[in-house]
């Protein structure tokens, strides 16, 4: 009876060890294969986007429509008359949208209304370029956080589109920095146009396949090491006993 139970027991730690390895994998294949499908890398090759984001950075971007995009996101696009690679921008300004520059605090106007941008570069802006321009429909007004070494929107106001971007020259919203390490993390979410019409993105699921990829890894390990531990302590207790 004893050695039934123990055998039983044994062989019930085994299956556990089996389901956590088999869930674990799932898990951790999982979040990566759809993460691999949902987001993709890009290397910032500038410090346009410093202090958010600096020159070198590796980031995630989820794969969106431009539809899908609002004031304070940040973008990957790209568009020739802005050269042949994909840049990375703030949005500022959407379809109908009437942006100044600027105020006497040196705050750029949404619609008349004066925008606190806490992610803009410390001192960025100090002269600033005077401008207005006027967002056309399924568009977007793009600059960098680091307005003084940013080309954006500003450099663009005569050639056509005051400045701005097709929704459809979206690639991707960035949604977290993936290097250097000390940097890892997902970016904060812009809140400073949320009084505008439209507010802004709520993050992707991109936490939610982190913790998936985690709690794999967790249970692979876990269940391996336990499998692993008692085939070897199986076989000494056994031995073990039979001296007794």
């Given at each position: ?11 019930l730690?085994?299956?556990?060890s ?12 999982g ?6 499908v ?13 202090p958010?984001?600096g ?39 959407t ?8 105020d006497e605090?040196?705050?750029l106007?949404v ?6 941008e ?39 106001l005569d050639d056509g ?13 960035v ?14 979410r ?10 802004s993105?709520e993050?992707?699921p ?39």
């Amino acid at each position: 009876m004893s050695g039934a139970g123990r055998g039983n027991g044994g062989r019930l730690g085994n299956l556990l060890s089996g389901w956590a390895v088999g869930i674990g994998s799932l898990l951790f294949l999982g979040g990566f294969v759809y993460g691999a499908v949902l987001y993709q890398p890009y290397t910032v090759p500038t410090d346009s986007m410093a202090p958010t984001i600096g020159v070198g950075d590796r980031v995630l971007a989820q794969r969106v429509d431009g539809g899908a995009v609002h004031r304070g996101d940040v973008v990957v696009f790209s568009n020739p008359l802005w050269g042949d690679l994909p840049m990375v921008k703030r949005v500022v300004g959407t379809d109908g949208d009437r942006i100044t520059c600027c105020d006497e605090q040196g705050r750029l106007r949404v619609n008349g209304k004066a925008i606190d941008e806490p992610y803009v570069s410390e001192g960025s802006g100090s002269a600033p370029t005077l401008f207005s321009a006027t967002v056309p429909k399924d568009h977007l007004f793009l600059l960098g956080d680091h307005r003084d070494a940013s080309l954006d929107s500003r450099e663009h106001l005569d050639d056509g589109e005051q400045g701005s971007v097709p929704r459809s020259a979206v690639d991707g919203r960035v949604e977290a920095r993936a290097w250097p390490l000390e940097g890892l993390g997902m970016l904060p979410r812009a809140t400073s146009f949320d009084t505008l019409s439209g507010g802004s993105s709520e993050s992707g699921p991109l936490p939610m396949l982190a913790v998936a990829v985690l709690l794999g890894a967790l249970l692979i390990f876990g269940g391996a090491s336990y499998g692993s531990l008692a085939n070897r302590l199986g076989p000494a207790r056994r031995a073990g006993k039979a001296g007794g």
